[in-house]
């Protein structure tokens, strides 16, 4: 029996590999533990930083764009999760806070009308 060749092929932009490759760079960390952590093969980010160091790591025209594929773990993704639900809390945050604030003024309007009601029932 012989294997299945893959058909699809995930591409990298040139963001992310710049990024792996300056995470692997840094001197108290193992580049084995990088792709891991990316959730790429290790041969693929010594090639990336190869071609880092002769300047031949480009973009290309099949690049993915910006949606990584559900199977890797992106650099961004995380950060750009936890700020879209903060965003999503603060938005909500502030929608309770501007109910609260318009209940408050009614309360206010009241007790200012209550006042100069009773004001005026005093002086008759």
């Known amino acids: 029996m012989g294997q299945t ?4 092929y995930d591409r ?6 710049l990024q792996a490759v300056k995470l692997a760079n840094h001197p108290k960390v ?5 792709a891991e952590s990316l959730g790429i093969h290790t041969v693929m980010l010594y090639r990336w930083q190869m071609e880092f160091r002769n300047g031949e790591l480009r973009a290309n025209k099949y ?3 910006k949606t990584p594929s559900p199977k890797r773990r992106s650099i961004r993704s995380t950060s750009e999760t936890t700020t879209k639900d903060e965003l999503a809390k603060a938005n909500k945050k502030i929608k309770e806070l501007e109910r609260a604030l318009a209940n408050r003024t009614e309360e206010l309007d009241l007790l200012k009308k209550a006042e100069r009601f009773f004001a005026q029932k005093t002086k008759k």
């Open 5 to 8: 060749k893959k058909r699809q």
């Open 12 to 17: 990298y932009t040139l963001d992310f590999k």
């Open 30 to 34: 193992r580049a084995i533990d990088i």
């Open 63 to 65: 690049m993915k764009d």
